[in-house]
């Protein structure tokens, strides 16, 4: 447990170390954190967050301010300078996701503010959701379990077919924790693996394209499994679409902004490419209504990584993280400027 | 093969029929039409065929093959042939032949993928996103992860051991049943099914039908199964009680199913249509372009080596 929590000689219960918590949690997690630490809940205090920093570490003052937190990602709220200097007793943020966009990494290691990420607790899911999707768009498993659904297998006979995944060249958009994950499972159904990076990575094997039009353009199926940044907006656009080609594919389980949403409809109402299988879009939780009545693609509600698995691992790992850094030991998924 | 009369028993795929066309002396039967009708048809026509194209749910019983005096060979597009009546092809001297092996890789992959839709929900997701929930209601519900789930598998042959291979890179320990043990270094052994669903979350029917594997699926392996447990289904309907598996999926008592397969096809009992735990496919485990080609190819290849002498392709009898 925290070292700091150790019971005072005079006989008084152990003082938990005090945490900011700007998350929403589970009830589960939420009891897990409580039992080893002074929750400071940015959510259940209601105050906007600079009255809420300012009270936590007034409150927190004695005997222990709060020297960690655990942040979300994705939403407003920022971890800057302005942000570090309203708690400066802060030495460790903890995201409860991959990407820690919502982290000035700079500013913190200006700092010596160590910064932990989710490591790989959700890439399995990640890239089991991948693969379903494009099992699902390849043989048509949503839009023919719609059709025995609605009565018309003995009506109108047989689905119409699909096309074989063994063989085709799937193009992954980021080698990372995901991208690896998915190469090796769809590895194993028979695809080739093609991947953009932003270097070419040594210890694979895989055919390395320097560009996603490239990649695009000797690939059957894409599927984006990238950060968004700067760069990697809109990476799937008009020409990578035309690269693509009649028979592709496009798989997201990125960000919805990773792909020109408005061209990606366009090209799939004209025909000009042949599937998509999203789970992210650009304007969550609106999907564009021509994509509704599509049978060609399949689409689900942001879910890639919500197992109950994913969220205890995610727990557990967010626990083991904060003990590491209470404890004076390294973190478990340390990220670096 | 311009002489040789097949009957091709119902539509099953557009380039076969082009094919034997054009090869053959084709004769189409009339399979919606009423029983003395097609009696009728099959008495006009028994002295000029001579080979039977038939798919895996259609199959040849004994009243048309004795209806054919003149029958020589039946030929299978489906791998599964337990709608032949073997025996009485035996007895005619009438030759028997499926496609193995070119749909192997299909049937795997849907395995998978029921699998994997199963327990993400993808179709009921998909669902709830193009009825604007997402929107109306927010996140959808938490799912279960598929890596590293334990798969049993009904019948370790073809198809069975490619949907294994499968597994094995998403982290899933691999257990089987079959008749005969073999010496499988990464896969575990079980006796008998029971002992193989207990043991499993996810158990997927692999095996042929036969006498023996008829209603493998037990409503105590369902039990065994139990209430964490998925059922994919890529076999035949018959190898599951199926009113036992609809009852146990309604009252929870089973997790999940996937089913590709039903007793009574293309009939779907309503119950299972109702349940919001199972994913439904009209039998397309061999349903893709390429795929059907192949099969097709086969069928073809089979009736030339018939007809000019050559060892089958692809005998059954």
Redo the contacts between chains.
Sequence with gaps: MASSAAATASGEPPVLPSLLLIRRLDPAFAAALRQRFRVFDFFASGDPLPAFLAAAAAAAAAPDPPRAAVIMGGGSVRVDAAFLDAIPSLRCVVGTGAGVDHVDLDECARRGVLVANSGTVYS??V???A???L??V?????A??????R?L??VQ???P??????GKRVGIIGLGNIGSLIA??L????CVIYYNSRKLKESVSYKYFPNVHDLAAESDVLVVACALNKETRHVINKDVLRALGKDGIVINIGRGANIDEAELIRALKDGRIAGAGLDVYEN????PAEL??MENV????H?AV??????SDLRDHTISNLEAFFSGKPLLTPVLP | MESLGVLLLHPMDAYLEQELARRCRLLRFCWDAPPDRRDAFLRAHAGSVRAVVTGGVAGAGAALIDALPRLEIVACFSVGFDRVDLARCRERGVRVTNTPGVLTDDVADLAVGLAIAVLRRIPQADGYVRAGQWKAKGDFTLTTRFSGKRVGIIGLGRIGLAIARRVEAFGCPVSYYQRTKRDYPNYTFFPTVVELAATSDVLVVACSLNEQSRRIVSREVIDALGPGGVLVNIGRGGHVDEPELVAALAEGRLGGAGLDVFEDEPEVPEALVALDNVVLAPHMGSGTRETRRAMADVVLGNLEAHVSGKPLLTPVV
């Design positions: 399995a899911d890239a089991d959701h693969v379903g999707l099992i699902d390849l043989r048509r498993v949503s023919a379990e719609r059709f025995v659904r009565g297998w003995p006979g047989d689905y077919l699909g096309t074989k995944l063994g090796k499972r590895e194993a159904f028979g969550e939780p609106k999907v509704l009545t399949v689409l689900t509600p879910i919500f197992t109950s698995e994913s969220i």
